[in-house]
């Protein structure tokens, strides 16, 4: 499984990004994918999780009612659709996934498969 991420970059606060993941290699039908964030020096942070299984979206308290975790199944894309930007949103953003259902979906050592991240800065 290979991920690829894109549609980082930067924008000011109160502004909007999409970052866009691209999923290739699978071969489950049911599979958790997740977005994760992380800053130099601090632990990767869970902020969006979707069910592949059943369509539901998780998301951490500091995004929920901001940000939006959607799919195109048919080509194999998954979304962060990013609004209300604030600073501390700065990061670099990896999606994640993992076959099966979202158990541990915020937990990013529960996921097998991660993409390179992109950069997102927010000023």
């Known amino acids: 499984v290979q991920l690829v991420e894109s549609g980082g970059g930067s924008v000011q606060a109160g502004g909007s990004l999409r970052l866009s993941c691209a999923a290739s290699g699978y071969t489950d039908s049911a599979y958790c994918m997740g977005w994760f964030r992380q800053e130099p020096g601090k632990e990767r942070e869970g902020v969006a999780a979707?069910?592949?299984?059943?369509?539901?979206?998780y998301y951490s308290a500091s995004v929920k009612g901001r940000f939006a975790i959607s799919e195109d199944s048919n080509k194999n894309m998954v979304y962060l659709t990013m609004n209300m930007l604030k600073p501390e949103d700065t990061a670099m953003y990896f999606c994640?996934?993992?076959?099966?259902?979202?158990?541990?979906?915020?937990?990013?050592?529960?996921?097998?498969?991660w993409g390179q991240g992109t950069q997102v800065t927010v000023s």
């Open positions: 994640a996934t993992r076959p099966g259902r979202c158990v541990e979906r915020m937990n990013h050592l529960w996921y097998n498969y």
């Open positions: 979707i069910d592949r299984g059943d369509g539901e979206t």
